[in-house]
């Protein structure tokens, strides 16, 4: 498993304005920030631009209460 991981990469930057071409990304995954974008809508549509025609885009979140683990 750890002789993928030189192709793992990660980035620190705006989840509203991607700095990568359309239609870039086979899968994208976005773990815990939907509660800090200021813009929902507009993150949205972003990650929609660079996703490839039937690339997946998985999206998890906090959530709190009695289900929360």
């Not at 631009?49 to 690339?55: A, F, S, W």
């Amino acid at each position: 498993m750890t002789k993928y991981i030189e192709r793992l990469h990660t980035h620190n930057i705006s989840a509203e304005q991607l700095p990568f071409e359309d239609e870039m990304f086979d899968g994208i995954t976005s773990m815990f920030v939907v509660h800090f974008v200021d813009d929902f809508e507009k993150y949205l549509k972003e990650h929609h631009r660079v996703l490839k025609k039937n690339g997946f885009f998985a999206l998890t979140g906090r959530t709190s209460g009695e289900k929360a683990f």
